[in-house]
Structure formats: structure tokens, C-alpha cells
């Protein structure tokens, strides 16, 4: 450990760095107990040592991150400790512009897109002191599914790499989970953050539509997109959420953030709590699935809030409007090079982008108008709760390489319902398939109610171990 700037003898940490949660690490990193310097190190060995089995990453800084880990020491070691996380390393999704760097999406058509400035999230972990280590890999331009026909091969799951590790976040979900880092960003647009953090088995947050601003980061559909943190607890979630808040003039959707400090609110439990099941979102979800919900549910009455059955129309009502506004804006980001350079596409991304050329106006405005009604159907149904759950996937993810396979399955999820309708919902860990994959529990609460999410997830992370399980990397060895 580096102690160039301390005055006194600190303790040796004895404890594995890349193990430690972010609020642990940042109690170290403020008590300069553990110098950012070795926090850095300690990441970007084990991504050396881990990631070409796992792909999690596109690229990584090493250089930057170091200048910015001794940056980080020198000010902690002045007295000029920024907050929580200050010295933390943290991965970016390869569609967050960092200025200087490459902003690929995953693609052929942007491996040469140099961004000119940092993402207004960028700017805000710049200024909280986080150190960024690298870019994460995705799904192509964040559409669904993995791709092996793209310049770099697609990131696959530590507790079993050779399944995907959901998407489109898909190496930020990857690279967390492995201990790679302790924190990296993700975007929202019909799941995306939370898709990897459930079959992962870390925790994934989209926030209210709005309150985190999505200028400097490539869009996949304007009117669903949303930018997210993927973490391995629900408290340090919360901690890299605060930081991200903010207006943002150059972005049109942002919204100043109403919510008190969210980190305290997490102390206080479920205890009478009234808590919505929402029925039949899980309808022919897999039995393994199934029952881990079931659990999960007990054990949230068990704490003392008061289950409370909610109904909405069926889940493919909502998957399906959003579906159709995704397709639709998707088209409209993308028309100029689908039609000049569809070859540089890879085959997963080009097909998912191209139905939108054939919805016309009234369809897209057909499903807005949809989309209205739905947003005030599930206001009506959470004003008598503070909070609801149900499941995140309806299927296990299946093995990267069949392709028939993650066709049928990526699409069975409750996560788009609430794309649709701007509100927070987060994946925390719920237990594990008999073959060792993880299973996740969706948190979802009413517009910038994230304090409350916030408070259900870390109650129910407090009373389960399911967040303390970690991939055995050792064991990955080839890939299969």
C-alpha cells in the first residue's frame, strides 16, 4: 500500500480489495486506510487475469486510471475527500462518451468515433472523485442478444461462461459480478441494466425516467431509454444513483431529482409497509423462477409488510407497446446507415433495427396513446402501496452460442412494463438455479420514489445471503 502522503503508520489490509463492497472500500479510502492507488492496481490485475475468459471489457485505461488513482491519494491524503466514491474505480458502457476515447456501441459503423467531450454522467463521476478504468462490452448499439460477427466477441457470464450474461449491459453486468470493478454504468431501454444484474446476481437500478440525464450517450429510443448503476449491493447503489443526479440543460427529458438522501432511508425496514404483488406478470415464468419469487415473498411478509395483490393488464400488453415505440424510434436513430452501410451491421443488431421501416406514423402513435393508458393504470394500481414486486426474467439465460435458443428466450421478462412507464425498479439477487445461475426479484416503486425502492431491496438484501455468493473464477478456466 502506498503511504507517500501519510504521516502515520495505517493498518495492512489483509482482506482480498477486489472483494470489498463500495461502501467499504470507501470508509478505507476516506480513513486513507487503503490507498486508491492499490484499489486501481488490484482491479486492473484481476482484469488481466480474468477477462479474456469473460470479454467484459472493450477497452481498458490503464494509464488514465492510474494518474487518476495517484490524483485520488494526493487529494484524500490533503484532506479533500470528495464523498463515497472518491478513488473508486468504475467500468462505463461503451455508449457513454469520455472525451478522447472511442465510443464504439459495440459496432463496425462507430469503431472510429473519437468522442469530442465527456457524457454529463461522466462529468458527474469525474467530479465525485471515481476513477474510470475502461468501457464495458454491450449488445450491439444496445439491441438485444449476443453477437459473434462483431469486432469485438460478446461478454459472457462468470458463473458460467458459456451462457450470456443478459444484455445489453451485458459486460457491466459481467465485469461487477467478477469483482472486476465495484461499480459500472449501464443504459435502461426495455431492461437493459436490469437484465444483466439478475442473471448475473449483482444489483441493477433504472431510476425515474428523467432524473439522470442521457446527454453523451448514444440513444437506442429517446422516449425509453435511461441510464443506470450496476453494483453488488443495493447500498452502494444508492451511493453511485445520488452522485448521478443533476439537471442537465442538454438534455431535454432531465428533471430536477426531489429525492431526500436515499442512502438514509435504508435503515428503517418493511415493517408496515404495504407492498403489491403484481399478478401475473410471472405467469409461465420457469418452476425454478417461480418458486424463488414465492420465497422471496415470504420472506417480505416475514418482515413485516403487508402483501397486497395487484392487477394491471397482462404482461404482454406492455412488453408489446414497447416493443413497438423501441422499434419504431429505434429505426429513426439508425435510418441513414441501415440504408447506406446495413453490411457493417452485425446480423442480430440489423435485424432487431430494421422492422421499425415498416411501422408507419400511426402505429408509433397508436402506441404512445397506448402507452398513456398503461402509465395510468399502474399510477392507479401503486397508490395504495409503497412499493411492489414481481419477477425480473421469466427464463434462465441460456447458452450464448444457441442462437434459436436466446431468440425464444431473451424477450421473456417483466422488466419493459416499466420502461414504459418512467418509474424506478431495481434487480437484487432471490436465489440460484439447481445448475448455478442466478435468479433475480424486480423492486418497483412510483415516480421518484427511488428512496423507497431503495428501502424494499436493502431490507429484503439484509435478510437473504444471495448477494454474498460470488462465481468461482478459478473454475473457468477454457472456454467451453
Not at 113 to 129: E, I, S
Request: proline residues 7%; hydrophobic residues 40%; aromatic residues 6%.
Amino acid at each position: 500500500m502506498s503511504r507517500r502522503h501519510s504521516t502515520c503508520p495505517t493498518p495492512a489490509i489483509t482482506v482480498d480489495l477486489t472483494d470489498l463492497s463500495l461502501s467499504a472500500a470507501a470508509e478505507l479510502l476516506r480513513e486513507r486506510q487503503l490507498s486508491p492507488v492499490d484499489y486501481v492496481q488490484a482491479c486492473l490485475q484481476r482484469i488481466e487475469r480474468y477477462d479474456p475468459n469473460l470479454n467484459a471489457f472493450i477497452s481498458v485505461d490503464r494509464e488514465g486510471a492510474m494518474r487518476g488513482a495517484r490524483l485520488a491519494e494526493r487529494e484524500i491524503a490533503d484532506g479533500h475527500w470528495r464523498g463515497p466514491l472518491h478513488g473508486v474505480p468504475v467500468a462505463l458502457k461503451d455508449i457513454f462518451d469520455v472525451a478522447g476515447q472511442r465510443t464504439s456501441n459495440h459496432s463496425r459503423v462507430r469503431m472510429d468515433h473519437v468522442a469530442g467531450a465527456d457524457a454529463f454522467v461522466v462529468g458527474k463521476l469525474r467530479q465525485a472523485g471515481a476513477i474510470l478504468v475502461g468501457k464495458t462490452a454491450l449488445h450491439e448499439f444496445a439491441t438485444g442478444g449476443p453477437s459473434f460477427d462483431l469486432p469485438w466477441p460478446p461478454a459472457r457470464n462468470p458463473w458460467k461462461c458459456s451462457h450470456h450474461p443478459g444484455g445489453s449491459s451485458s459486460g457491466s453486468g459481467a465485469a461487477v459480478a467478477a469483482g472486476l470493478v465495484p461499480v459500472a454504468l449501464g443504459t435502461d431501454t426495455g431492461g437493459s441494466v436490469r437484465h444483466p444484474a439478475t442473471v448475473c446476481g449483482v444489483t441493477g437500478m433504472k431510476p425515474t425516467y428523467g432524473t439522470v440525464s442521457r446527454a453523451g450517450v448514444f440513444p437506442l429510443a429517446f422516449s425509453l431509454d435511461h441510464v443506470g448503476p450496476l453494483t453488488r449491493t443495493v447500498r452502494d447503489n444508492a451511493l453511485v444513483l445520488q452522485a448521478l443526479f443533476g439537471k442537465d440543460p442538454a438534455d431535454p427529458s432531465s428533471v430536477e431529482h426531489p429525492a431526500p438522501d436515499m442512502e438514509a432511508s435504508l435503515a428503517l425496514g418493511m415493517r408496515g409497509l404495504r407492498i403489491g404483488v403484481i399478478e401475473g406478470f410471472g405467469a409461465g415464468a420457469a418452476p425454478e423462477i417461480l418458486g424463488a419469487f414465492e420465497q422471496a415473498c415470504r420472506v417480505v411478509e416475514q418482515m413485516g409488510a403487508q402483501l397486497v395483490p395487484i392487477r394491471l393488464s397482462p404482461l404482454d400488453t406492455y412488453v408489446g407497446c414497447g416493443r413497438l415505440i423501441l422499434q419504431a424510434e429505434g429505426f429513426a436513430v439508425h435510418e441513414h446507415w441501415l440504408r447506406t452501410r446495413p453490411g457493417d451491421y452485425g446480423m442480430r443488431g440489423r435485424t432487431r433495427l430494421l422492422p421499425g421501416a415498416f411501422l408507419g406514423a400511426s402505429d408509433y402513435i397508436r402506441a404512445q396513446q397506448l402507452r398513456t393508458l398503461l402509465v395510468r393504470e399502474f399510477q392507479a394500481a401503486m397508490a395504495g402501496v409503497d412499493a411492489a414486486l414481481c419477477v425480473s426474467s421469466l427464463e434462465l439465460p441460456c447458452r450464448i452460442d444457441d442462437e434459436a435458443e436466446v431468440d425464444r428466450t431473451y424477450d421473456r421478462q417483466a422488466r419493459t412494463p416499466f420502461n414504459l412507464t418512467g418509474t424506478p425498479a431495481i434487480s437484487v439477487p432471490m436465489g440460484f438455479s439447481q445448475g448455478g445461475l442466478p435468479i433475480g426479484l424486480q423492486v418497483v416503486g412510483n415516480a421518484f420514489d427511488e428512496a423507497m425502492v431503495f428501502r424494499v431491496a436493502h431490507a429484503y438484501e439484509a435478510a437473504t445471503d444471495w448477494h454474498r455468493r460470488r462465481p468461482d473464477l478459478e473454475a473457468l478456466g477454457a472456454r467451453p
